[in-house]
């Protein structure tokens, strides 16, 4: 069973633009919860969006509707790059088939960054293609290119506690669960543990 959920009930998020995409789902309940979806309608994909408009940078980004075929894309990718950070957290290769899925979202409206009209501050983001949908899933496909590809991989866990699902960036060597939700669950399990033993 798979439950509809809202953006803001992700237990992790504004990790990264492209872990925020891989976490919309994610597990509710522990080892015997249920997967909850946080993209299951178009609207649903509208308000994921609205979340991120800033590592989106939605001002740049063309208008339009996203509807079931862009919800489609995302989900497509979203699937890929999950299949890929699982095999790199295990050490192991990703699926060429995955890496495709990420580099066609990237091709599919090549971007890139130009100087503002004072000639330093924000970068002023420009893409080829005109198309809400694409450019946006292009923006987070290549955030997930840099993550893979530059020092932030290294720093890529998934998270350890039963029944989890996360991705996060583990930035200081103290972090060990995807959120506090996770750590407090593995500690409350060891202690009952711990006494079920005596
Ligand atoms: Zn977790």
Known sequence: MVERGAVDEMPVGGEHLALDLVNSTFIRGGLRGH????????SDLGEWVERHAVGLDLASAPSGRLGAAELAAF???????????????????????DVAVVNAAVRAAPGWVE???????DPVRRSLSGERGPVLLARVARAAVELLTGGGREQLRACPAPGCILFFLQQH??????????????????????????
């Open 115 to 121: 100087l503002p009209a004072g000639g330093a501050g």
């Open 75 to 97: 989900l497509e990718l979203r699937r890929a790059l999950r299949a890929v950070l699982t095999a790199v957290v295990a050490g192991g290769a990703a699926e060429p088939a």
């Open 35 to 42: 997967l909850v979806d946080v993209l299951v309608e178009p």
């Open 173 to 198: 060597a103290r972090r060990a669960w995807c959120s506090t939700a996770c750590g407090t669950r593995v500690r409350v399990a060891r202690h009952s543990r711990r006494q079920s033993e005596v």
